[in-house]
Protein backbone atom coordinates (compact mmCIF):
# COMPACT_ATOMS: atom_id res chain seq x y z
CA UNK A 1 0.00 0.00 0.00
CA UNK A 2 1.56 3.58 -1.29
CA UNK A 3 1.46 6.38 1.37
CA UNK A 4 -1.50 7.72 2.76
CA UNK A 5 -2.77 11.37 1.02
CA UNK A 6 -3.92 13.70 3.47
CA UNK A 7 -5.49 17.03 3.10
CA UNK A 8 -5.11 19.37 5.94
CA UNK A 9 -7.75 21.90 6.48
CA UNK A 10 -6.35 25.38 8.55
CA UNK A 11 -3.08 24.74 7.14
CA UNK A 12 -1.39 28.42 7.37
CA UNK A 13 -2.95 27.97 11.63
CA UNK A 14 -0.52 26.83 15.01
CA UNK A 15 -2.01 23.30 14.15
CA UNK A 16 -2.03 22.92 10.51
CA UNK A 17 1.79 24.15 10.72
CA UNK A 18 2.69 21.73 13.33
CA UNK A 19 0.83 18.78 10.94
CA UNK A 20 2.52 19.48 7.91
CA UNK A 21 6.16 19.31 9.69
CA UNK A 22 5.17 16.33 11.15
CA UNK A 23 3.42 14.52 8.26
CA UNK A 24 6.40 15.24 5.82
CA UNK A 25 8.93 13.77 8.77
CA UNK A 26 6.80 10.57 7.90
CA UNK A 27 7.21 8.40 5.01
CA UNK A 28 3.95 7.00 5.27
CA UNK A 29 1.78 9.92 4.82
CA UNK A 30 1.80 12.89 1.57
CA UNK A 31 0.34 16.08 2.05
CA UNK A 32 -1.56 16.38 -1.15
CA UNK A 33 -3.36 19.30 -0.09
CA UNK A 34 -2.49 22.33 2.22
CA UNK A 35 -5.75 24.46 2.13
CA UNK A 36 -6.98 27.81 4.36
CA UNK A 37 -9.42 30.45 4.36
CA UNK A 38 -10.50 30.84 0.69
CA UNK A 39 -9.51 27.06 -0.77
CA UNK A 40 -11.53 24.88 -2.93
CA UNK A 41 -11.83 21.56 -0.45
CA UNK A 42 -14.53 20.09 -3.28
CA UNK A 43 -12.05 20.31 -5.76
CA UNK A 44 -9.30 18.67 -3.63
CA UNK A 45 -11.31 15.83 -2.53
CA UNK A 46 -11.06 13.40 -5.04
CA UNK A 47 -7.30 13.53 -4.59
CA UNK A 48 -6.66 12.36 -1.11
CA UNK A 49 -7.41 9.30 0.79
CA UNK A 50 -8.23 11.54 4.51
CA UNK A 51 -8.91 15.03 5.78
CA UNK A 52 -8.11 16.08 8.83
CA UNK A 53 -9.54 20.08 10.29
CA UNK A 54 -8.17 22.27 12.28
CA UNK A 55 -9.68 25.66 11.83
CA UNK A 56 -12.16 26.93 13.52
CA UNK A 57 -15.91 25.80 14.85
CA UNK A 58 -18.16 26.83 12.24
CA UNK A 59 -15.70 25.98 9.38
CA UNK A 60 -16.35 22.07 10.91
CA UNK A 61 -19.30 21.34 9.42
CA UNK A 62 -19.02 22.37 5.80
CA UNK A 63 -16.08 20.27 5.65
CA UNK A 64 -17.55 16.64 6.74
CA UNK A 65 -20.60 17.51 4.56
CA UNK A 66 -18.00 17.57 1.66
CA UNK A 67 -16.09 14.65 2.89
CA UNK A 68 -19.54 12.86 2.90
CA UNK A 69 -20.42 13.31 0.13
CA UNK A 70 -16.99 12.15 -1.49
CA UNK A 71 -16.69 9.55 0.96
CA UNK A 72 -13.72 10.01 2.87
CA UNK A 73 -12.33 9.65 6.00
CA UNK A 74 -11.99 12.72 8.25
CA UNK A 75 -10.00 14.00 11.41
CA UNK A 76 -11.50 16.52 13.71
CA UNK A 77 -9.42 18.54 15.94
CA UNK A 78 -11.53 21.50 16.04
CA UNK A 79 -13.25 22.57 19.39
CA UNK A 80 -16.29 24.73 20.26
CA UNK A 81 -18.63 23.31 18.39
CA UNK A 82 -22.73 24.19 19.20
CA UNK A 83 -24.90 21.09 20.15
CA UNK A 84 -26.93 21.10 16.75
CA UNK A 85 -22.93 20.96 14.82
CA UNK A 86 -22.08 18.01 16.78
CA UNK A 87 -25.72 16.28 16.50
CA UNK A 88 -24.74 16.55 12.42
CA UNK A 89 -21.79 15.71 12.62
CA UNK A 90 -22.93 12.14 14.07
CA UNK A 91 -25.42 12.01 11.69
CA UNK A 92 -22.96 12.02 9.30
CA UNK A 93 -20.36 9.77 10.73
CA UNK A 94 -23.05 6.87 9.65
CA UNK A 95 -21.69 7.93 5.86
CA UNK A 96 -17.66 7.84 6.42
CA UNK A 97 -15.19 6.90 9.38
CA UNK A 98 -14.91 10.38 11.35
CA UNK A 99 -12.25 10.50 14.13
CA UNK A 100 -13.86 13.29 16.51
CA UNK A 101 -11.32 14.34 19.48
CA UNK A 102 -11.25 17.38 21.38
CA UNK A 103 -7.09 16.38 22.13
CA UNK A 104 -5.03 13.98 19.96
CA UNK A 105 -2.01 13.80 22.36
CA UNK A 106 -1.26 10.26 24.40
CA UNK A 107 -0.61 11.99 27.53
CA UNK A 108 -4.30 13.69 27.42
CA UNK A 109 -6.23 10.41 26.64
CA UNK A 110 -4.17 8.79 29.66
CA UNK A 111 -5.39 11.64 32.03
CA UNK A 112 -9.20 11.33 30.40
CA UNK A 113 -8.98 7.37 31.14
CA UNK A 114 -7.21 7.95 34.58
CA UNK A 115 -9.93 10.67 35.38
CA UNK A 116 -12.52 8.11 35.27
CA UNK A 117 -10.96 5.72 37.08
CA UNK A 118 -10.34 8.93 39.70
CA UNK A 119 -13.78 9.78 40.00
CA UNK A 120 -15.09 6.37 40.54
CA UNK A 121 -12.59 5.30 43.26
CA UNK A 122 -12.75 8.60 45.24
CA UNK A 123 -16.41 8.63 45.23
CA UNK A 124 -19.16 11.45 46.12
CA UNK A 125 -17.52 13.10 48.96
CA UNK A 126 -14.66 14.58 46.54
CA UNK A 127 -15.53 17.86 45.31
CA UNK A 128 -14.92 18.18 41.13
CA UNK A 129 -13.11 20.91 39.93
CA UNK A 130 -11.71 21.10 36.41
CA UNK A 131 -9.01 24.26 35.84
CA UNK A 132 -7.49 24.59 32.08
CA UNK A 133 -4.82 27.24 30.37
CA UNK A 134 -3.97 28.31 26.91
CA UNK A 135 -2.58 30.95 25.46
CA UNK A 136 -3.78 34.51 24.58
CA UNK A 137 -4.48 33.63 21.20
CA UNK A 138 -7.00 30.73 21.98
CA UNK A 139 -10.66 31.83 21.10
CA UNK A 140 -13.12 29.16 22.31
CA UNK A 141 -13.91 28.86 25.93
CA UNK A 142 -13.12 26.34 27.55
CA UNK A 143 -11.48 23.75 26.19
CA UNK A 144 -12.71 21.34 24.47
CA UNK A 145 -10.70 19.14 26.74
CA UNK A 146 -11.52 20.74 29.65
CA UNK A 147 -15.42 20.36 28.59
CA UNK A 148 -14.42 16.30 28.11
CA UNK A 149 -12.91 15.90 31.25
CA UNK A 150 -16.36 17.74 32.80
CA UNK A 151 -18.18 15.58 31.10
CA UNK A 152 -16.58 12.23 32.39
CA UNK A 153 -16.82 13.60 36.00
CA UNK A 154 -20.13 13.92 35.07
CA UNK A 155 -20.74 10.69 33.86
CA UNK A 156 -19.41 8.85 36.61
CA UNK A 157 -21.37 11.13 38.88
CA UNK A 158 -25.36 10.51 37.17
CA UNK A 159 -24.66 14.52 36.37
CA UNK A 160 -25.19 16.50 32.96
CA UNK A 161 -22.48 19.02 31.73
CA UNK A 162 -25.42 20.87 31.25
CA UNK A 163 -26.71 21.71 34.51
CA UNK A 164 -24.20 20.68 36.71
CA UNK A 165 -21.52 22.78 35.61
CA UNK A 166 -20.23 25.99 37.32
CA UNK A 167 -18.02 28.31 34.79
CA UNK A 168 -16.14 30.18 37.33
CA UNK A 169 -17.76 31.79 40.29
CA UNK A 170 -18.22 35.76 41.11
CA UNK A 171 -19.99 37.23 44.08
CA UNK A 172 -22.26 36.14 46.47
CA UNK A 173 -22.75 33.01 44.85
CA UNK A 174 -23.01 30.88 48.45
CA UNK A 175 -21.75 27.48 49.28
CA UNK A 176 -20.23 24.96 46.94
CA UNK A 177 -23.30 22.17 45.99
CA UNK A 178 -21.96 18.46 46.28
CA UNK A 179 -23.20 18.54 42.87
CA UNK A 180 -21.46 21.00 41.06
CA UNK A 181 -18.85 20.81 38.81
CA UNK A 182 -16.40 23.97 38.36
CA UNK A 183 -15.05 24.67 35.26
CA UNK A 184 -12.37 27.70 35.35
CA UNK A 185 -10.37 29.21 31.81
CA UNK A 186 -7.04 30.77 32.20
CA UNK A 187 -5.67 32.43 29.61
CA UNK A 188 -2.48 33.82 28.80
CA UNK A 189 0.84 34.19 26.89
CA UNK A 190 2.04 31.17 24.49
CA UNK A 191 0.64 28.42 27.01
CA UNK A 192 -0.10 25.33 24.60
CA UNK A 193 -2.24 23.30 26.63
CA UNK A 194 -2.47 22.99 30.67
CA UNK A 195 -5.50 20.84 32.39
CA UNK A 196 -5.81 19.81 35.90
CA UNK A 197 -8.68 17.78 37.68
CA UNK A 198 -9.07 18.47 41.27
CA UNK A 199 -11.13 16.15 43.65
CA UNK A 200 -11.06 17.94 47.33
CA UNK A 201 -12.22 16.29 49.98
CA UNK A 202 -12.12 17.52 53.86
CA UNK A 203 -8.41 16.24 55.13
CA UNK A 204 -7.07 15.86 51.43
CA UNK A 205 -7.00 16.54 47.81
CA UNK A 206 -5.81 14.74 44.29
CA UNK A 207 -5.13 16.52 41.53
CA UNK A 208 -4.60 15.07 37.80
CA UNK A 209 -2.64 17.44 35.26
CA UNK A 210 -1.31 17.53 32.02
CA UNK A 211 0.77 19.90 30.74
CA UNK A 212 1.54 20.55 26.69
CA UNK A 213 4.45 21.86 25.36
CA UNK A 214 4.71 21.43 22.22
CA UNK A 215 2.04 20.93 19.42
CA UNK A 216 3.19 18.12 17.58
CA UNK A 217 1.97 15.99 20.31
CA UNK A 218 -1.60 17.08 19.05
CA UNK A 219 -0.27 16.72 15.39
CA UNK A 220 1.86 12.97 15.49
CA UNK A 221 -2.05 11.78 17.77
CA UNK A 222 -4.16 13.39 14.80
CA UNK A 223 -2.03 11.88 11.99
CA UNK A 224 -2.27 8.24 13.41
CA UNK A 225 -5.78 8.89 13.75
CA UNK A 226 -5.78 9.22 9.67
CA UNK A 227 -3.98 6.13 9.39
CA UNK A 228 -6.39 4.41 11.74
CA UNK A 229 -9.72 5.92 10.32
CA UNK A 230 -8.77 5.28 6.46
CA UNK A 231 -10.63 2.03 5.08
CA UNK A 232 -12.74 2.00 8.41
CA UNK A 233 -16.49 1.24 8.16
CA UNK A 234 -18.19 4.06 9.24
CA UNK A 235 -18.76 5.46 12.50
CA UNK A 236 -18.10 8.23 15.12
CA UNK A 237 -14.99 7.43 16.83
CA UNK A 238 -12.24 9.03 19.45
CA UNK A 239 -8.70 8.99 20.05
CA UNK A 240 -9.43 6.36 23.05
CA UNK A 241 -10.53 4.05 20.11
CA UNK A 242 -7.19 4.66 18.09
CA UNK A 243 -5.48 4.10 21.33
CA UNK A 244 -7.53 1.40 22.22
CA UNK A 245 -8.31 2.79 26.01
CA UNK A 246 -11.66 2.02 26.08
CA UNK A 247 -12.74 0.17 29.24
N1 LIG B 1 -7.95 18.29 19.10
C1 LIG B 1 -6.73 18.72 19.43
O1 LIG B 1 -5.83 17.95 19.79
C2 LIG B 1 -6.43 20.18 19.31
C3 LIG B 1 -7.41 21.03 18.91
N2 LIG B 1 -7.13 22.34 18.66
C4 LIG B 1 -8.21 23.13 18.08
O2 LIG B 1 -7.94 23.29 16.70
C5 LIG B 1 -8.49 24.52 16.24
C6 LIG B 1 -7.41 25.32 15.54
O3 LIG B 1 -6.43 25.72 16.48
P1 LIG B 1 -5.18 26.61 16.01
O4 LIG B 1 -4.43 25.91 14.92
O5 LIG B 1 -4.48 27.00 17.24
O6 LIG B 1 -5.95 27.88 15.40
P2 LIG B 1 -5.45 28.91 14.29
O7 LIG B 1 -6.38 30.06 14.37
O8 LIG B 1 -3.98 29.13 14.43
O9 LIG B 1 -5.67 28.12 12.90
C7 LIG B 1 -6.91 27.94 12.26
C8 LIG B 1 -6.66 28.13 10.78
O10 LIG B 1 -7.86 27.77 10.06
C9 LIG B 1 -8.05 28.80 9.07
N3 LIG B 1 -9.41 28.84 8.55
C10 LIG B 1 -10.44 29.64 8.92
N4 LIG B 1 -11.53 29.40 8.15
C11 LIG B 1 -11.17 28.43 7.29
C12 LIG B 1 -11.87 27.76 6.24
N5 LIG B 1 -13.14 28.05 5.94
N6 LIG B 1 -11.21 26.81 5.55
C13 LIG B 1 -9.92 26.51 5.83
N7 LIG B 1 -9.19 27.14 6.80
C14 LIG B 1 -9.83 28.06 7.53
C15 LIG B 1 -7.66 30.05 9.83
O11 LIG B 1 -7.53 31.17 8.98
P3 LIG B 1 -7.83 32.63 9.63
O12 LIG B 1 -6.82 32.82 10.70
O13 LIG B 1 -7.63 33.54 8.46
O14 LIG B 1 -9.23 32.59 10.14
C16 LIG B 1 -6.34 29.59 10.44
O15 LIG B 1 -5.27 29.66 9.52
C17 LIG B 1 -9.11 25.19 17.47
O16 LIG B 1 -10.48 24.87 17.50
C18 LIG B 1 -8.38 24.51 18.63
O17 LIG B 1 -9.11 24.52 19.82
C19 LIG B 1 -5.89 22.87 18.85
C20 LIG B 1 -4.88 22.07 19.30
C21 LIG B 1 -5.06 20.67 19.57
O1 LIG C 1 -6.69 25.86 21.06
C1 LIG C 1 -5.72 25.18 21.50
O2 LIG C 1 -4.58 25.59 21.46
C2 LIG C 1 -6.02 23.84 22.04
N1 LIG C 1 -7.25 23.40 21.95
C3 LIG C 1 -7.71 22.13 22.32
C4 LIG C 1 -8.89 22.24 23.27
O3 LIG C 1 -9.69 23.18 23.13
O4 LIG C 1 -9.06 21.36 24.13
C5 LIG C 1 -6.65 21.17 22.76
C6 LIG C 1 -5.39 21.76 23.30
O5 LIG C 1 -5.51 21.91 24.69
C7 LIG C 1 -4.94 23.01 22.61
Not at 24 to 48: F, K, R, T
Not at 205 to 227: I, Q
Amino acid sequence: MGALKLIINGAKGRMGQALIHCAEADPDLIVSAALDHGDDLAAALSGCDAVIDFTHAEVTLGVAEACAKAGKALVIGTTGHSDAVRTRITELSKVIPIVFAPNFSVGVNTLFWLTRKAAEILGPDFDLEVVEMHHRLKKDSPSGTARRLVEILAEVRGLSYDSDVRHGREGMVGERTPTEIGLHAVRGGDVVGDHTVIYANVGERVELTHKASSRDTFAKGALRAAKWAHGRDPGLYDMQDVLGLTD
